[in-house]
């Protein structure tokens, strides 16, 4: 299944009455399914959630816990980038080679991976033994 395709479709259905600025993101799990996200805005503003992080909740609720490939679109003069929060949260679930795919409405694309997105990423090897 196209990442683009489900990418684009879920960004039809974006929450984002206050910035008009809807995102759609699409990631692969190991298993090869595709999850589907958008951002769902909330008039408390930082109550707000991210396409990464709604995709991301989608993977865990099917009982996956690995990505290898994300797609992320908005109506940007740029490809748009996850924001710090959603590289974190991504970096959880994928390992640092995993290609996050940028993409404008406009067809732009730019790839970057994971390990490029959140150099010097904090990871389960900081927590060492004994934390508690
Ligand atoms: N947003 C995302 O959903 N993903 C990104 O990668 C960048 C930003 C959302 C959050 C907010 O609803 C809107 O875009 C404007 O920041």
Known sequence: MSLEKVARD??????APYSNFR??????????AVYAGCNVENVAYPEGTCAEAGAIAAMIAAGE?????????????????????CRQKLAEFGTGDVV??????????????????LPGAFGQHHLGTGHG
């Open 23 to 32: 995102v759609g993101a699409a990631i692969r799990g190991a298993s090869g």
């Open 65 to 85: 816990t690995r990505l290898t490939e994300v797609y992320v679109v908005a109506d940007s003069p740029h490809p748009v980038t996850p924001c710090g929060g």
């Open 100 to 117: 996050v795919t940028l993409a404008t409405l406009e067809g732009m694309t730019e790839a970057m991976t994971l390990a490029e997105l």
């Open 10 to 15: 879920v960004r039809d259905n974006a929450y």
